[in-house]
């Protein structure tokens, strides 16, 4: 690699195409494979920096800042005909002007030296920065009279960037919420799992000190990982120890969690320790699940949901209770012809 910095081609421009001397560079231009002594070959021109005597900048075909190199570093030069023999001899020319200076990037574009073309048409802009052509090949837009650049357009559209993505505030808002949330559940999850080992500790005082704790949660935030933690937990005690805990916290989506346990344990009496918490929610935050679950299409699930209807005592869902729990089974016999009459 190189040492030193790289130098752009604002400072190239009094540069011209010299021998190295010892044989390493032919007199006439040409596109050269040069061997360092570290590394595999590469190819690019190497031009002379007469302000610095024994640098060299090499222009390869790839890139648009040249390669500062010592001319210690460079072991051989194979010369190989490309577009970069033309380009160093444009490149010595002078351009007086914008237009000058963006018809070599032009000519770049034309033989497939796109970086080089870019640093061109940058120049132009720094020479004219209102010369339309150079800001369209960069890919500025034109608006209320000012040529911005893509980031520009984005934030003159009133997009904002957030994780490298451009949206609108509203969605940044919504995925700072989550990215928040995602946080905040990630530490309930550590310190419900510390609790629930604590339930199921031998010693009396841990287990009724973690109890305590879990029962005196009320944050939403928790609900998933209680739900996770607790509302899975192969021990039947601890998915029992959930509804509990969710009864605890207000609102809806606890309200949610609670149904949801009712309807998929298989354990009988973790179902009753839910149903018991159930009852004591608003009906309009559990009614309306239990009355979809009527709909389900696994019979078990049907059965549950109209249980817990039936111990609301919700009058109003009756008529969706009968053609749920109805069940109509069709049967097709074959009969004889001789013996039925056809």
């Not at 090499?58 to 648009?64: N, S, V």
């Not at 339930?199 to 005082?205: D, I, L, M």
């Not at 049907?302 to 053609?323: D, E, H, M, S």
């Not at 749920?324 to 004889?336: F, G, K, N």
Request: glycine share 8%; hydrophobic share 40%; charged share 25%.
């Amino acid at each position: 690699m190189a040492e030193g910095h790289s130098r752009g081609f604002g400072t190239v421009a009094l540069v011209m195409v010299v021998g190295i001397g010892l044989g390493l560079l032919a007199e006439e231009a040409r596109a050269d494979r040069i061997m360092l002594h570290q590394g595999q070959p590469i190819k690019g021109k190497l031009i002379a920096d007469k302000s610095h005597p024994g640098q060299f900048l090499l222009i390869c075909e790839i890139g648009k800042t040249p390669m500062v190199l010592k001319k210690e570093e460079i072991v051989r030069v194979t010369p190989e005909k490309s577009a970069l023999d033309d380009y160093v001899v444009l490149l010595d020319k002078e351009r007086p002007d914008a237009a000058a200076e963006f018809a070599l990037g032009v000519w770049c574009e034309e033989h497939n030296l796109k970086d080089l073309a870019w640093v061109h048409y940058e120049l132009t802009l720094k020479k004219d920065s209102t010369f339309g052509p150079a800001h369209q090949k960069i890919g500025h837009v034109l608006m209320n009279g000012r040529w911005l650049n893509s980031e520009e357009v984005k934030q003159a559209q009133g997009m904002v960037k957030f994780q490298g993505r451009w949206m609108t505030p509203e969605e940044r808002e919504r995925r700072e919420e989550l990215a928040t949330k995602a946080a905040e559940g990630s530490s309930w999850a550590k310190r419900i799992r510390q609790l629930r080992d604590g339930y199921v500790s031998p010693q009396t005082n841990r287990s009724q000190e973690a109890e305590r704790r879990l029962l005196a949660i009320d944050e939403p935030v928790a609900i998933g990982p209680i739900l996770k933690i607790l509302g899975e937990d192969p021990l039947p005690a601890i998915r029992g120890l959930a509804a509990r805990v969710l009864a605890g916290i207000p609102g809806v989506e606890a309200s949610n969690g609670l149904v949801g346990r009712f309807l998929i344990d298989d354990d009988e009496q973790v179902r009753q320790i839910t149903m018991n918490e159930i009852v004591r929610r608003e009906s309009s935050e559990v009614v309306p699940l239990l009355v979809r679950s009527l709909r389900s299409t696994r019979h078990e699930i049907v059965n549950r949901a109209a249980w817990g209807l039936g111990t609301l005592n919700v009058p109003l869902v009756v008529p969706k209770l009968i053609p749920a729990l109805i069940t109509i089974e069709q049967e097709v016999v074959m009969v004889d012809s001789e013996i039925g009459g056809g």
